[in-house]
């Protein structure tokens, strides 16, 4: 069982639809990530939030748009996205400075 | 964050130790050794991290050569549930978070 709680567990969209993916943690973390992973590919940087500030941005499109509300949520929102925009969205949280990173399940997005 | 090298998979038989190797020759006196795994159709798992001693918890013991150059993973008894992909990352030790650089990994194999 996964300490990080991700929600849809799967979503397909088409390409005009605006979607929310969302994640929660309640070990008190204060630094929350968004990763994306491909097919057979390890996992890559999207965003990491600090204290709820975005602190990271690994020059995403702007078609994601991150927002954390709290310290326990996360969302990822989506808008206008392109079908090799299907991946993996995982999202992980940490205490806050160099520490292991507890990871959700992921939501398996496809894009039609 | 110092780039690694693993080979890109591995067999090992049910019950014996599983060793796993990692090369980051370019790793700084800042940076810890982490492992984490990734069993499919899950998000990554944290495992260990070490900066130069021997670490041991209860999933593996992880030994790091006194140069830094190289550390390996040792699964003492591997189970069929450790097969996966393992990941050797290279991360500060300081400063705010920040997100993890995943190599492609180690896609280790436990046979009955």
């Known amino acids: 069982d996964t300490e990080v709680t991700q929600t849809p567990k799967h979503l397909v969209m088409g390409m005009t639809n605006k979607k929310s993916l969302k994640c929660e943690q309640h070990m008190g973390h204060r630094a929350m990530y968004w990763y994306k992973q491909k097919a057979k590919k390890p996992p890559e940087l999207m965003f990491v939030?600090?204290?709820?500030?975005?602190?990271i941005n690994e020059s995403v499109p702007s078609r994601f748009s991150p927002e954390c509300p709290n310290s326990s949520l996360l969302n990822l929102h989506l808008h206008a996205l392109q079908p090799e925009d299907s991946a993996l969205y995982l999202c992980a949280s940490s205490q806050d400075g160099p520490s292991p990173q507890h990871f959700g399940d992921g939501t398996r997005l496809s894009i039609l | 964050d110092a780039k690694t090298t693993q080979p890109p998979s591995m067999d090992c038989a049910e019950g014996r130790a599983a060793n796993l190797p990692c090369n980051h020759s370019?790793?700084?006196?800042?940076?810890?050794v982490y492992w984490y795994r990734q069993i499919h159709s899950q998000g990554p798992q944290y495992i260990i991290h070490g900066l130069k001693n021997n670490e041991t918890n209860e999933m593996a013991s992880l030994i790091i050569t006194e140069d830094r150059k190289s550390s390996t993973l040792i699964l003492p008894h591997a189970t069929l549930r450790d097969t996966a992909v393992y990941y050797c990352?290279?991360?500060?030790?300081?400063?705010?978070?920040?997100?993890?650089?995943f190599g492609k990994g180690t896609h280790l194999i436990i046979q009955p």
């Open positions: 370019t790793i700084s006196g800042n940076e810890y």
């Open positions: 990352i290279g991360n500060k030790r300081f400063g705010g978070a920040d997100g993890l650089t």
């Open positions: 939030y600090s204290y709820e500030k975005l602190s």
